[in-house]
């Protein structure tokens, strides 16, 4: 079975500032990672994957994830927040084994302060 | 192009009732998912189509399901709604040939918001 926990429901930062959402994942095969953003009464759009090629991985408006298979981790980051940044943020698991079936974290809110 | 275009945007039944929502994939893909989102939570998977066939399919009762047309259109059907099917609804389309390769990235349409009273 697969699963994603995403620690804090609710993350804020100050405008400029270093954005990082936490993702840790479950997975008995070698998984594939994404993080999609949702924006209000918007679906969800693809910031970046991992596929098992370089284990950083960078994505559109800034962002860049690190796969730490020792961690079981994907946390997502971006170095200089911007006003807007401020959605919900999805990391999700899939793997071969899965078909591409994505199972989706809880999600965070990022809240960006000015 | 037009992306993922689902229909309709906002739903409102009763206990009881049938839904049908409708889901058109982005050009050139030929697989669709649909994902059911509670208020507060990430996406669930609901199940997945291709070549007018049921792939894969998550937890959910038989209450739900669905179709794939030869145009790869899908609709999601639920049946005997309870006031826990209020949810965002997303649906998902892949590229042609990914067939359910894993890596694939998925595009998502912008969602049916449906409330049942």
Known sequence: AQSVTQLGSHVSVSEGALVLLRCNYSSSVPPYLFWYVQYPNQGLQLLLKYTSAATLVKGINGFEAEFKKSETSFHLTKPSAHMSDAAEYFCAVSSPEYGNKLVFGAGTILRVKS | ?117
């Open chain 2, 1 to 117: 192009d037009a992306g993922v275009t689902q229909s309709p945007t906002h739903l409102i039944k009763t206990r009881g009732q049938q839904v049908t929502l409708r889901c058109s994939p982005k050009s050139g893909h030929d697989t669709v998912s649909w994902y059911q989102q509670a208020l507060g939570q990430g996406p669930q998977f609901i199940f997945q189509y291709y070549e007018e066939e049921e792939r894969q399919r998550g937890n959910f009762p038989d209450r739900f399901s669905g179709h794939q047309f030869p145009n790869y259109s899908s609709e999601l059907n639920v049946n005997a709604l309870l006031l826990g099917d209020s949810a965002l609804y997303l649906c998902a389309s892949s590229p042609t040939g990914s067939g359910g390769s894993a890596d694939t990235e998925a595009f998502f349409g912008q969602g049916t918001r449906l409330t049942v009273v």
